[in-house]
């Protein structure tokens, strides 16, 4: 479907309707939700053509179109996050959220019509850390929480989203606030990580394990997502001796990737390309100046915003 298509196919009347400037907000709720842009997209633009496919007449009378499209939005993620479920039992190795460049290092964004990651306001909700916590969730319980700790939406409403009573939302949200407490997510503060990155990026390009060693926290954990597609390892690496001596052995490879410092996910990351392809995107977390956690995105299909050229 295209995007006029799901707009109503109403060209000008669309554009400047009622409904035109919520796309951004939506696709930042469908993503915090799903973890895919992917599917976030699809999820608003399925809102939308419910939307469109309403009699005009059935349009005038709803008060709150941005409220309707909350809602409609919100039961489709709600869905897809419940056949996610059963997906991702039988994904191969680790999943993990699909990573976000910067909307300014999106191709082409300020050439041509707004690409998705420029939809999207990046802060703490959308860090790599907070995304995986939301993983552990019920979809449920990640409805809930997103929906009222980081969109500020009232329990009632949220109530007629997951089909529960506002106080079993209420319950819903406070049972997976516990779960962010517990991981420890959001993130360390990103003050002093792009320094950190560098060092890293470059103690990896020169194989140098004991710098790299010194760069990871004793018990840190890296997490790879090749799904299958892609060569990785299926289980974390726990350890930062284990973890710098599979990273120096990637860096020995023929040809070696070229490795460039680039905002993942509204935070100082990495980025593998070869031969002008993104392969891997790494996300990193860090606390009292060590690396803690890395998540290594290898999967292509995931990769899509990373490789897809700009309308410019």
């Not at 995007?3 to 000008?12: H, K, L, P, V």
């Not at 400037?21 to 939700?33: D, I, K, M, V």
């Not at 509204?266 to 860090?286: E, I, K, N, Q, S």
Request: glycine fraction near 12%.
């Amino acid at each position: 479907m295209t995007r006029t298509e799901a707009d109503g196919g109403a060209g000008a009347g669309a554009a400047h309707g009622p409904v035109a400037g919520e796309r951004r907000r939506l696709t930042g709720l469908a993503y915090r939700l799903l973890g895919s842009l992917t599917e976030a997209e699809d999820a608003v633009q399925e809102a939308y053509a419910r939307w469109y496919a309403l009699s005009p007449g059935r349009r005038a009378d709803i008060g709150s179109p941005g409220a309707w499209l909350t809602t409609v939005t919100g039961r489709i993620c709600l869905d897809l996050l419940g056949s996610a479920r059963v997906r991702r039992e039988r994904y191969v190795g680790e999943w993990l959220p699909e990573p976000l460049p910067d909307r300014t290092e999106w191709p082409g964004t300020g050439t041509g019509p707004a690409d998705p990651a420029d939809r999207i306001t990046l802060d703490e909700s959308v860090g790599m850390a907070f995304l995986v916590v939301l993983e552990t969730m019920t979809p449920a319980e990640r409805v809930a929480f997103v929906l009222h700790d980081v969109f500020r939406y009232p329990f009632a409403e949220i109530a007629a989203i997951v089909g529960r009573t506002p106080a079993a939302c209420r319950q819903l949200a406070a049972s997976a606030r516990r779960r962010v407490r517990a991981a420890g997510a959001p993130a360390g503060p990103a003050a002093g990580q792009a320094a950190l990155v560098r060092r890293f990026r470059e103690a990896w390009e020169a194989g140098d394990i004991e710098a790299l060693v010194g760069l990871l926290a004793p018990d840190a954990t890296m997490t790879a997502d090749g799904g299958g597609l892609a060569s990785s390892v299926l289980r974390p690496v726990e350890g930062g001796e284990r973890i710098a001596r599979y990273l120096a052995r990637m860096a020995g490879r023929t040809p070696a990737p070229t490795l460039l410092e680039r905002t993942v996910n509204g935070r100082p990351g990495l980025v593998a390309r070869h031969a002008g392809v993104t392969v891997t995107v790494a996300a990193f977390d860090l606390a009292d100046g060590r690396v803690t956690r890395i998540w290594a995105v290898r999967n292509p299909d995931k990769l899509r915003p990373w490789n897809t050229p700009g309308p410019g």
